[in-house]
């Protein structure tokens, strides 16, 4: 089986935008369908983001500085799908806002997944050989393994946002 990291990475990015199409199929009001499907994108978007900031992105930062910027650019998208990861996984599906916020963070994950795979994971292929990707790759899947599954504390995160909006 290849481990080459930019396969890897796309093969999950598959599976994210299926669970988003899967969301955008459920009923207006299909609560706890949605509820199901938004617990799925929650962690497959956790353990993505988890191996991307953890691996392929200080890892990629260091063997090519020409993508600098593209990497830091992108730890910011991640940091604003964070936030809204957390935020839903306090929330119900009944909230008023569980659709919008889910729909936004759709919006924002799929911009940044375009914004990967065609602008610069294709300079990461062109710079780094066969055998660095594949590596990278391999750590990959070793991080995945202990990746958390749901964001740490959003628990903290909503007492700020209450007492921030209150
Ligand atoms: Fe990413
Ligand atoms: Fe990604």
Redesign the pocket.
Known sequence: MSTDAIVLLKDEHKQIKKAFRDFEKAGEKAHAAKGKVVDRIIELLTV??YI?NEVMYPRVRELLPEVEDDVLE?YE??HVADVLVMELSTMKPDDERFTAKTTVLIENVEH?IEE?EDEWFPKVREGLGRKQLQELGAAMIEAREKAPRRPSQPGALKKTIDALTS
Do not use: L
């Open positions: 993505h983001t991307e992108s998208e991640h940044h990967e």
